[in-house]
């Protein structure tokens, strides 16, 4: 079946350290999203990619990282540099970026202990 | 650049009322418009989507909701609740030139 894996679907960080989440798409599209969700808040775009070996910033880039190395996966790093990690993390992908329909994976929780 | 509100973050219904969740939007070009639904710890499901075509745009599960351009609106609507339809449930806009922007959300609790 087509669509987004994410994994792992839970995930426990130390303070000080980096983690990867996993995002892949069998859905053949160009763009790829990672969300950041807060328990009661909606979604706010931590980074887009438009295409391979391209992405651009969103509104909450900060301590976070990516790569699109190739265009079914879209690796989302959360470095030490993010003081507060510990959210629902969504990957989602899109025909393309403007006005598409987006679609979600199921989605990460990280924990910082 | 387009936005979108969401009026309530929780509303309550009784199994087999109607349920009303609002949205309004602001875009300078036609938008796109969609609502999408949220289940605990999953990711988001797309619920409808208005593209320009027909104002009434019926989706998924019984829901449906109305373009208004002179109000700004979408709203989404559902005659009958099931419990099952307890869920976050989300707007969002896009159009041709931007990308797309969500609403804050609205839970969507439903008593027996």
């Known amino acids: 079946d087509g669509g987004i894996t994410q994994s792992p679907k839970y995930l426990f960080r130390k303070e000080g350290q980096n983690v990867t989440l996993s995002c892949e798409q069998n859905?053949?599209?160009?763009?790829m999203y990672w969300y950041r969700q807060d328990p009661g808040q909606g979604l706010r775009l931590i980074y887009y990619?438009?295409?391979?070996?391209?992405?651009q910033k969103g509104d909450i880039a900060e301590g976070y990282s990516v790569s699109r190395e190739k265009k079914e996966s879209f690796p989302l790093t959360v470095t030490s540099a993010q003081k507060n990690p510990t959210a629902f993390y969504l990957c989602?992908?899109?025909?393309?970026?403007?006005?598409?329909?987006?679609?979600f994976g199921e989605g990460s929780w990280l924990t910082v202990v | 650049a387009q936005s979108v509100t969401q009026l309530g973050s929780h509303v309550s219904v009784s199994e087999g009322a109607l349920v009303l969740l609002r949205c309004n939007y602001s875009?300078?070009?036609?938008?796109?418009l969609f609502w999408y639904v949220q289940y605990p710890n999953q990711g988001l499901q797309l619920l409808l989507k208005y593209t320009s075509a027909a104002t009434l745009v019926k989706g998924i599960n019984g829901f449906e909701a109305e373009f208004k351009k002179s109000e700004t609106s979408f709203h989404l609507t559902k005659p009958s609740a099931h419990m099952s339809d307890a869920a976050e449930y989300f707007c969002?806009?896009?159009?041709?030139?931007?990308?797309?922007?969500f609403g804050a959300g609205t839970r969507l609790t439903v008593k027996p």
């Open positions: 859905l053949n599209h160009d763009a």
């Open positions: 875009s300078s070009v036609p938008p796109y």
């Open positions: 990619s438009q295409i391979v070996n391209d992405f």
């Open positions: 969002a806009v896009s159009d041709p030139n931007n990308d797309m922007r």
């Open positions: 989602a992908s899109s025909i393309g970026v403007s006005g598409n329909t987006i679609y």
